[in-house]
């Protein structure tokens, strides 16, 4: 597959699986066997853990919204970098709702073949979304 039709497979996850919650999505592009790098705590292999994880923040985020800002690739391999925004109206990681509203930065590295996602690697602001939910307070200055 050429590099575009890679990047447009990468859009579908996000805007597609993310945004609507439509797991049937991810029995089209993402494989059995699909391995992410990054997983959460307790999150089960494969394309039934990423429909799990979807599941997850959907429930704890119901309005989130992913949007990709930019997309490189070269092979097989995209990276997309993003930011996603939603309404913490659900438990997310023993954080009980908030009402709070994060925005919330990314960039994802995937591997693609044979039109499906093989690989993720994930590097997220956790820091910051968790500040953003009140759970952890923001850092204090170092006075120099």
């Not at 050429?2 to 699986?17: G, P, W």
């Not at 309005?63 to 309404?87: C, P």
């Amino acid at each position: 597959m050429s590099v575009e039709a890679n990047k447009r497979i990468l859009r579908r996850f996000f805007e597609e699986l993310f945004n609507t919650g439509d797991l049937s999505i991810a029995d089209e592009i993402v494989a059995d066997n699909y391995v992410n790098h990054n997983n959460i705590p307790g999150e089960p292999p494969g394309r039934d853990g990423l429909k799990a994880f979807v599941t997850l923040l959907r429930t704890s985020f119901p309005d989130i919204h992913f949007t990709v800002d930019d997309q490189i690739a070269e092979g097989g391999k995209v990276v997309t970098r993003l930011h996603f925004t939603g309404t913490h109206q659900g438990e997310f990681m023993g954080v009980p709702p908030t009402g709070k509203t994060i925005n919330v930065t990314a960039i994802n590295i995937q591997c693609v073949s044979g039109g499906q996602i093989q690989e993720t690697w994930l590097d997220w602001d956790a820091l910051g979304s968790l500040h953003q939910l009140g759970a952890i307070a923001a850092p204090q200055q170092v006075e120099q």
